[in-house]
């Protein structure tokens, strides 16, 4: 697993591509840490996310946020 912990912090701005129609946007919330929940082993590290059309919170691996041949997900914009 590589570290991917300083590519990400609050304030990012992430687009999540829904099958069913416009694109879900969501806000990191927290900065990466390992996921609270997980049973995996190693446990992934993830961000927590509010996401703006369901007003919902996940986790996200970060893994999958970065990773650039994920279509689905990906880093709009960037806090500063």
């Known amino acids: 697993m590589r570290n991917y912990t300083w590519y990400m912090k609050i304030g990012d701005l992430l687009r999540y ?4 129609g416009a ?3 969501g806000l ?4 990466p840490a390992t996921h609270p ?3 995996q082993v190693p446990v992934p590290i993830v961000v927590e996310v509010f996401w703006y059309d369901d007003c919902s919170y ?10 650039p041949e ?3 997900l990906e880093v709009v ?4």
């Open 77 to 80: 914009s960037e806090a500063r």
């Open 23 to 25: 694109p879900a946007l």
């Open 70 to 72: 994920e279509q689905s």
């Open 17 to 20: 591509w829904k099958i069913e």
């Open 37 to 39: 929940d997980s049973t």
């Open 28 to 31: 990191v919330t927290k900065d």
């Open 58 to 67: 996940t986790y996200e691996e970060l893994e999958n946020v970065l990773d």
